[in-house]
């Protein structure tokens, strides 16, 4: 494998950060400020876009920020695993910028600037943590996008929003400070390195019953990836504004945990380590729970934006347990889902905003009818759901297939019924809501009068499409994906 | 011969002298001439560093007399780092005081400023000197100006606190002396080296035994070490902001510095650690430190004393650390103490500003701070993160040390201990975040109502994008309108604030330049 020494890792993290500084001085000039944000978002991907082809070709782009320890430099490495990541978050970000304008504007929200500052920094920190070439960089972005998102949560300073960013953080930094950073020093003990590697950094210097608690310390420690039971924080975030429960806790901020999860399998302990002491079946136990029950738990819940936090959760743990079924597949499966699962997922977050900002409504017993009010939207919240579901024709199908055909190739048929089951209960918890939308009637829809076409305005309109029409795309054209993750994870 | 050591500390020295003579002139002119001596101080400490990582361990013989019957100054890398930090913080919190003790004190300000400046000289010399009597009164120097500078804060709590900081400081300064008396029948020599190699030859001896407990104790109780640290928490809470700004920071630190001194070079960490078999016992102890001042910590409602607590609780890191017996351990330590320092000064700088334009730190003075003084709070919330131990801050890569020093040892308790009072720390910060981050207490009247999202309610709440606000309930003002502390004083945070980061990020440098240099 080459590898490149280049600054653009650093730049893409170093871009939202110093579009920040401008943002806060253009307080009092919404257009400009916006400008720079769309600015600095499109500078951001086109540095991560500039890297792709390098990274395709099989290269490593490698840069170190600071020597710290031999093994556990702040240092960033490139790779497919990263890039398809930076790739998803970078673009989302623009979208999502659109998107949060007509949103904030269209509620008139207080703290404007500080929320999109500290959009802007979760974003960064976000970059940093796709091009993590140790763990201690990982670990290090990891807790900055945490506390990045604080403020977000707690966006609208009332009680509600008090508790649940209280919440957010004892579940996100007490796992991290609690379990991640003690298992992270124990390894650094044990081996002198955190680099990760595919073959793994232990050299047989592991017991079984230590890589097992390792293991666990760190699939519950990086509670961003809302494994059960350390995934209620999801749900009560859910109390931040819109924009950022599509793009943070729908995308960067859960996918950022779900990523550590992989590059701690992939990396950390590798394939072949973890096959040995047969741990990848715990791991796909403790997912397929989370799976299950939060699967369940989304069919009861009449809040749109808690419903799919739920679904959150469940979808995150498909890629663990993609990942965690060590065969090549499985694994990509797996990983794609975190792209697949991006676009659908924002799709659907971004419909339930747009329904909130036209309308008011935030419970899904009070959207009967509204599909013909708002069409665009619920055509998008369909495609959204076959998304999510697995339905082809959008990319969601593929990251399924893949899974299924992995259980298959691991010799791991009980857990095929897993998803299959699971994949029931999304069908059950979101077609519903679509049918009622375009055919259900309302209480207070009593007349059969047409009802007039009012949509909410175009920058949130806009966005839900683009990614409603992307999902469908990926579909078609997953080549490139599939091509980064495979020299991502050497399978 | 190089004079930088002497001039280090003789400059604030002589200082004090003339700021007292100066204020019969005019009373500013003591402070002009404090901040003077201590930039020449520090000046002269970087300078000395610079010599000691290029061209090693610097000896300076006071007066030109030779070791062992004169005074000499000797200055490795442990105590050349020891020495920029004191002069530094000191002289950064001088550029601070000049408002606050315009609020606070301004009768007597000449009067503080000698004190301050003896106190530094006090600091400085404890860490330059080679000698173990000399030690012993330069402890005494910076024990006595901290009682008077206590003394001169809160009028009704004020008093009594130093008292009992001079009570408990006189008896750890006896414990010490006793000890030095014990090592000097024993050895016949005062000096550091000298004593060193004499001690090598006599280890069993039960006089050493005693003289170096008796060394330890006295030590610990000048630390605060728990549970001799009763008298910390109103000592550093009830001074007045100027002095509890450097006393907090430096004042245990240096103690730290003290005992890693005593136990690296003067009776040898092999004697300490298997002719003694008392690391296991201190560990624990220093386990019971942390978790207990986290703890106490965690009860607290003052900001000032939370901070008190806490420095309690990093105390049991520093000792804990330098008796794990392996050189990752003392790494974490010798760096701990660099970056407790930066912390802990920048906390209380926060501190200050937020007294200066609010004169209380209760919790219930706190909301609406995140608007109001955001320059402080950015600081207050970077040095927050680095007490938890979030990284790229520097107080993570001083934890990365000490746990990895732990597992070596296979402490796991004190492992344990680290995370656990991370956690308890991190729930301290985010609570005073959060009064902060509300712009009203809850149950305030004017306290928004959950869920609506209606942007009429957040008019107060208003950071950026809508200046001013109707009204602000009682004693602070309304939040929203921005009512930061002094430039000189935002300008010393934000110097630290961006020392913790470049701590944080050099601690490579750090430990590789200094720490193991001198450890070897």
Redesign the interface.
């Known amino acids: 494998m080459e590898i490149l020494i280049s600054i653009k890792p650093l730049l893409t993290v170093l871009v939202p950060l110093l579009v920040i500084p401008i943002l806060?001085s253009s307080?009092?000039k919404p257009n400009v400020r916006e400008a720079w944000i769309f600015g600095g978002g499109f500078v951001m991907f086109f540095l991560v876009a500039s890297m792709v082809p390098a990274v395709l070709s099989g290269s490593k782009i490698v840069f170190t920020?600071?020597?710290?320890?031999p093994g556990a430099?702040?240092a960033f490495a490139v790779d497919g695993l990263g890039m398809l990541f930076a790739l998803v978050a970078s673009s989302l970000y623009i979208v999502t910028s659109l998107y949060s304008i007509g949103y904030m504007r269209g509620?008139?929200?207080?703290?404007?600037?500080?929320f999109v500052s500290f959009f802007a920094l979760a974003i960064s920190a976000t970059m940093g943590a796709a091009f993590s070439a140790n763990l201690?960089t990982l670990?290090?972005f990891y807790?900055?996008l945490s506390?990045a998102t604080y403020?977000l949560v707690?966006h609208?300073?009332?009680?509600?929003s008090?508790i649940s960013?209280?919440r957010y953080?004892v579940f996100i930094?007490?796992t991290s400070?609690?379990l991640v950073?003690?298992a992270m020093?124990?390894c650094?003990?044990v081996t002198g390195t955190l680099a990760f590697s595919t073959a793994g950094i232990f050299a047989g210097q592991l017991s079984k019953p230590a890589a097992t608690v390792l293991l666990l310390m760190f699939v519950f420690g990086f509670a961003k990836a809302g494994i059960m039971p350390f995934h209620s924080w999801l749900p009560a975030a859910m109390v931040a504004p819109t924009p950022v429960s599509a793009l943070l806790h729908a995308v960067a901020v859960v996918k950022v945990g779900v990523f550590s999860i992989v590059r701690v399998i992939t990396g950390i302990f590798g394939v072949d380590l973890l096959a040995a002491f047969n741990l990848g079946t715990m791991v796909m136990v403790i997912a397929s729970f989370t799976i299950i029950v939060s699967s369940c738990i989304a069919l009861s819940q009449d809040e749109l934006k808690r419903r799919l936090a739920f679904s959150t959760i469940s979808q995150l743990s498909y890629i663990v347990f993609g990942v965690a079924l060590l065969s090549p597949s499985g694994q990509l499966g797996g990983v794609i889902h975190i792209l697949m699962h991006a676009f659908g997922k924002i799709t659907l977050f971004f419909c339930a905003g747009a329904i909130f900002v036209a309308t008011g409504k935030k419970y899904i017993s009070q959207m009967k009818g509204l599909g013909r009010q708002m069409p665009v939207t619920f055509a998008a919240f369909f495609i959204g759901s076959l998304g999510v579901i697995g339905l082809p024709p959008t990319g969601g199908f593929y990251s399924k297939w893949n899974l299924i055909l992995g259980t298959l190739e691991a010799g791991q048929t009980v857990f095929m019924a897993v998803l299959l089951v699971s994949s029931f209960l999304n069908a059950f918890y979101f077609l519903p809501i679509v049918y009622q939308a375009f055919f259900g009637k309302g209480k207070d829809d009593l007349s059969d009068a047409p009802v007039t076409i009012q949509e909410a305005n175009l920058c949130l309109v806009v966005p839900l499409a683009i990614t409603a029409l992307a999902s469908i795309g990926l579909f078609f054209f997953p080549r490139m994906f599939v091509d980064l993750i495979v020299l991502g994870l050497n399978l | 011969m190089n004079n930088m050591p002497a001039i280090l500390v003789l400059a604030p020295l002589l200082g004090a002298l003339f700021a007292g003579l100066a204020a019969w002139i005019q009373k500013q002119l003591s402070y002009y001439i404090a901040l003077t001596a201590m930039a020449v101080s520090c000046f002269a400490a970087v300078s000395v560093l610079k010599d000691v990582v290029e061209a090693g361990t610097m000896q300076y013989r006071m007066a030109g007399w030779a070791p062992p019957m004169g005074i000499e100054l000797k200055i490795d890398l442990l105590n050349a780092m020891v020495l920029v930090l004191i002069s530094a913080i000191a002289f950064l919190n001088l550029v601070a005081s000049v408002k606050s003790v315009e609020q606070e004190i301004p009768d007597r300000a000449p009067s503080f400023y000698v004190m301050y400046l003896l106190f530094v000289v006090g600091l400085l010399g404890v860490s330059a000197t080679g000698d173990l009597f000399n030690l012993y009164v330069l402890i005494e120097i910076t024990s006595l100006t901290s009682y008077t500078l206590i003394a001169l804060g809160d009028k009704d709590r004020g008093h009594l606190a130093a008292l009992n900081y001079i009570f408990i400081g006189v008896i750890g300064a006896s414990f010490y002396l006793l000890g030095v008396g014990y090592l000097y029948i024993t050895t016949g020599s005062l000096n550091m080296a000298d004593v060193a190699v004499i001690l090598k030859g006599i280890q069993g001896s039960s006089a050493v035994l005693t003289a170096f407990i008796l060394c330890i104790l006295g030590v610990w109780i000048k630390m605060a070490l728990f549970p001799l640290h009763v008298w910390l928490p109103n000592a550093y809470s009830f001074a007045p902001v100027g002095f509890a700004r450097v006393v907090a920071p430096l004042m245990t630190k240096v103690m730290v510095y003290v005992m890693i001194r005593l136990m690296v070079t003067v009776f040898g960490l092999d004697y300490i650690l298997d002719t003694l078999h008392l690391a296991d016992a201190v560990v624990w102890l220093a386990v019971t430190a942390i978790l207990a001042g986290a703890f106490m910590a965690l009860s607290q409602t003052d900001l000032k004393k939370m901070l008190a607590y806490i420095i309690v609780c990093e105390i049991g890191y520093m000792v804990g650390g330098a008796w794990l017996g392996n050189d990752l351990g003392m790494t974490g330590a010798i760096l701990h103490i660099l970056n407790d320092a930066l912390m802990t000064f920048a906390l209380f700088l926060a501190v200050g500003n937020i007294i200066y334009m609010r004169k209380q730190v209760a919790f219930s003075n706190l909301p609406g701070l995140f608007s109001a003084m955001p320059w402080t709070m950015a600081g207050f919330v970077l040095a927050g993160?680095s007490i938890?131990?979030?990284?790229?801050t520097c107080g993570f890569?001083s934890k990365?040390y000490l746990?990895?020093g732990a597992?070596?040892a296979g402490a796991y308790h004190f492992?344990?201990a680290l995370?656990i009072s991370?956690?308890v720390c991190?729930v301290l910060f985010?609570k005073v975040f959060?009064i902060c981050?509300?712009?009203s207490a809850?149950g305030d009247p004017d306290?928004?109502?959950?869920?609506?999202?209606q942007?009429i309610?957040?008019?107060h709440?208003?950071?950026?994008?809508?200046a001013g606000g109707d009204s602000g309930a009682g004693t602070h003002p309304p939040a929203g309108v921005m009512a930061e502390a002094p430039v000189s004083m935002l300008a010393a945070l934000g110097l630290v604030s961006i020392a913790i980061i470049a701590a944080g990020?050099?601690?490579?440098?750090i430990?590789n330049t200094i720490i193991l240099p001198f450890l070897q």
């Open positions: 806060v307080s009092q920020l600071f020597k710290l320890a430099d702040i509620l008139k929200e207080h703290g404007q600037t500080r201690l670990y290090l807790e900055i506390l403020p707690a609208h300073e009332d009680a509600k008090k960013a209280r953080l930094l007490g400070i609690g950073l003690p020093i124990y650094y003990h | 993160l938890i131990g979030v990284p790229p890569f990365w746990v990895l597992f070596e492992a344990a995370i991370s956690l991190a985010f959060e981050f509300f712009a809850p306290h928004h109502v959950a869920g609506s999202p942007p309610h957040y008019i709440a208003a950071g950026h994008d809508r990020v050099y601690a490579g440098t430990v």
